[in-house]
């Protein structure tokens, strides 16, 4: 009965320590690019676009579920810095050579670009707009560079807050530029000539949060990854204050919007791509990622991209998410609040890579129960050693 016990025992403890582990789905499949891609965009059809900031630059193609690239668009071996897709297709990318930079319009399925459209110098995030309207992000000068429908050059420039960092343009056409220095969202509505909106996002001591990555979901909220405070801030159609903040470990950089409303968030410092569920206000769980993570994208199919600039000798990794992997990590959180507020610079944060409590716990636990069982286990098959000997011996 004693050693029924103990097998029990292992069981339990075996389960236990099944447990414990972190809940985290491996990524499916990582896609196999030389050079250094840093940005990426993902069509209508499932196609992703890498954009190489390695030499030679360039932009790879990778058809839908591919894990190589099918064919690479010449950039002139100029640096990608940009990148973005229109309405009908067309891509636009964001180039840089010395003191020399441009957008360059590549047609739906071309393997050329069409035109070139200079730009001031500087490494410029791009996005487009419903209509068509590109807008270039000019960190050098503090503005942001309009580009119209079917233009051949700058149609105008409106100045921002410093450091703007990346663009989300709603579906009413209305733009947001995050500005990094400045700790603001400036509000561009369509066809505007000026900021007619400036969002602060600021600490308790008046200094930037550090917002960065953008989206803008279909129903016109904003989501804003703040690097500094670690939350993604939350501003309500046509609000001009933060209305929550979601709690993000470890510096969140980027953030995207899928289908279904889920947002997915990269953290730099954690190594993570966290995922929180539609119309929650808290991370669900996370994934470790292939070194420190950056831009990332969601594919129509809900699978998403992440890139990991300099993690491997090629240059950078990059790693495709399936939903099914997407949807286990999300079964446990790996992420808790801080105790302080998340707007003050005093705010406790977690340690970077420090494993949640319960399953460390729980592992302890687990492994306790498998020693006790196998020492039982040992002991009991000794003893009967001992006793069949003495039997034997009489």
Same mark, same amino acid.
């Given at each position: ?30 896609? &196999?690019?030389?050079? =250094? ?19 030679? /630059? ?8 591919? =894990? ?8 002139? /071996?100029?640096?990608?810095?940009? *990148? ?70 700058? &149609?105008?420039? @409106? !100045? ?17 530029? =995050? ?14 000539? =000026?900021?007619? !909106? ?14 960065? /990555? ?13 690097? !500094? ?6 501003? !309500? ?56 993570? /950056? ?11 992440? @890139? ?17 992997? *997407? ?11 801080? %105790? ?6 005093? %705010? ?9 409590? *319960? ?14 069982a196998v020492g039982i286990l040992v002991k009991g098959r000794r003893r009967r050693a001992r006793l069949a000997g003495a039997s034997q011996a009489g």
């Amino acid at each position: 009965m004693k050693y029924r016990w103990a097998a029990s025992t292992a069981v339990i403890g075996a389960i236990l320590g099944l447990a414990a582990a972190p809940a985290a789905a491996a990524p499916d499949e990582a896609i &196999d690019i030389y050079g =250094t891609p840093v940005r990426v965009a993902i069509a209508a059809d499932g196609t992703a676009y890498l954009g190489n900031y390695g030499q030679g /630059g360039g932009v790879f193609v990778v058809p839908s579920g591919a =894990t190589r690239a099918s064919r690479t668009i010449s950039t002139g /071996g100029h640096i990608t810095t940009g *990148l973005a897709i229109g309405p009908d297709g067309t891509l636009y990318v964001a180039t840089a050579e010395g003191d020399q930079s441009a957008v360059e319009v590549v047609p739906a399925g071309d393997a050329a670009t069409a035109r070139t459209i200079p730009v001031s110098p500087g490494r410029h995030p791009v996005a487009a707009g419903p209509d068509g309207t590109v807008y270039v992000a000019n960190p050098a000068g503090d503005t942001v560079s309009v580009i119209a429908p079917n233009g051949t050059a700058v &149609d105008r420039t @409106i !100045k921002v807050g410093a450091g703007p960092a990346e663009i989300a343009v709603a579906q009413n056409g209305t733009a947001y530029v =995050t500005s990094q220095t400045a700790g603001t969202v400036s509000v561009i509505p369509a066809g505007a000539d =000026t900021v007619a !909106k400036t969002i602060e996002l600021v600490s308790d001591t008046g200094t930037s949060e550090e917002p960065h /990555g953008i989206a803008a979901a279909p129903d016109g909220t904003i989501y804003v990854a703040n690097i !500094k405070s670690s939350d993604i801030a939350v501003i !309500k159609p046509g609000a001009g204050t933060v209305a929550e903040r979601i709690y993000v470990e470890g510096g969140p950089q980027d953030v995207a919007i899928a289908p279904d409303g889920s947002l997915y968030v990269t953290s730099l410092l954690t190594r993570k791509l966290s995922v929180i569920r539609p119309h929650t206000k808290e991370v669900a769980g996370a994934i470790p990622t292939d070194g420190g993570p /950056g831009h990332l994208a969601v594919a129509p199919d809900g699978s998403v991209i992440v @890139i990991s600039p300099g993690t491997s000798p090629r240059g950078g990794a990059v790693v495709r998410y399936s939903t099914a992997a *997407l949807a286990a990590a999300s079964q446990g959180s790996t992420a808790a609040a801080p %105790a302080a507020s998340l707007s003050s610079e005093a %705010a406790a944060q977690p340690a970077a890579g420090t494993p949640n409590a *319960l399953p460390a716990v729980a592992g302890g636990v687990a492994a306790a129960f498998v020693a006790a069982a196998v020492g039982i286990l040992v002991k009991g098959r000794r003893r009967r050693a001992r006793l069949a000997g003495a039997s034997q011996a009489g």
